[in-house]
């Protein structure tokens, strides 16, 4: 059984930098094929997508955030991380991780989510 | 970036039938995914591919579609399926439509 479970600060400050981790099971980054992706939301809004990691620590950045972002895993410890720098409040937001399926980099999906961790950044 | 269109809202009655469109500004091929997210959770794949139905999805549901116009159909629709759905680009990057609150009468 697949899950994913996110992490993080809850309340941030401008400025500084968000981590979130992503812990899950039934999976592991190691093996050939494997990707997590980071996706968030703002409330009431649309999705939008943030970072892919895959199995052999390729990236991919959402290209208008790239500049902020970093993925990064622990495979040892099945888990997956993202930080955003410089946050402000235009960053408070759901933040999911979901694993990757599809055909290598080729065409993905998310199949597997997370329920997701509200973080605000305020002031 | 591909831009994806959807219409932001539309209202059915149960036992009807329903499209929800996705519109590419860019061909994607069939590289077109759909999710259904349910108030207060997290999104659930629905289709991939176009056209191929999620492990644990309704038959009610299907996708069709290629190149840049997309279809998710749901026939017939119920109750439980209030729910907002978005569509999924992963031809150039991955992008997500703005998603359409389908809602019943």
């Known amino acids: 059984q697949v899950t994913l479970k996110e992490s993080g600060p809850g309340i941030l400050q401008p400025s500084q930098t968000l981590s979130l981790t992503c812990t899950f099971s039934?999976?592991?980054?190691?093996?050939?094929?494997?990707?997590v992706g980071w996706i968030r939301q703002p409330s009431g809004k649309g999705l939008e997508w943030l970072a892919n990691?895959?199995?052999?620590?390729?990236?991919y950045y959402n290209p208008s955030l790239k500049n902020r972002l970093t993925i990064s895993k622990d495979t040892s410890n099945n888990q997956a991380f993202l930080k955003i720098t410089n946050v402000d409040t235009a960053d408070t937001a759901t933040y999911y991780c979901?694993?990757?399926?599809?055909?290598?980099?080729?065409?993905?999906?998310?199949?597997?989510w997370g329920q997701g961790t509200l973080v605000t950044v305020s002031s | 970036d591909t831009v994806l269109t959807q219409s932001p809202a539309l209202a059915v009655s149960p036992g009807e039938r329903v499209t929800i469109s996705c519109k590419a500004s860019?061909?994607?091929?069939?590289?077109m995914h759909w999710y259904q997210q349910k108030p207060g959770q997290q999104p659930k794949l629905l289709i991939y591919?176009?056209?191929n139905l999620a492990s644990g999805v309704p038959a009610r549901f299907s996708g069709s579609g290629s190149g840049t116009d997309f279809t998710l159909t749901i026939d017939p629709v119920e109750a439980d399926d209030t729910a907002t759905y978005f569509c999924q680009q992963s031809w150039n990057g991955d992008t997500f439509g703005a998603g359409t609150k389908l809602e019943l009468k």
């Open positions: 591919k176009a056209s």
């Open positions: 990691i895959w199995w052999d620590d390729d990236k």
């Open positions: 039934g999976f592991s980054l190691s093996t050939y094929g494997m990707g």
């Open positions: 860019e061909s994607v091929s069939t590289r």
């Open positions: 979901a694993r990757i399926e599809g055909i290598l980099r080729i065409i993905s999906w998310f199949a597997y």
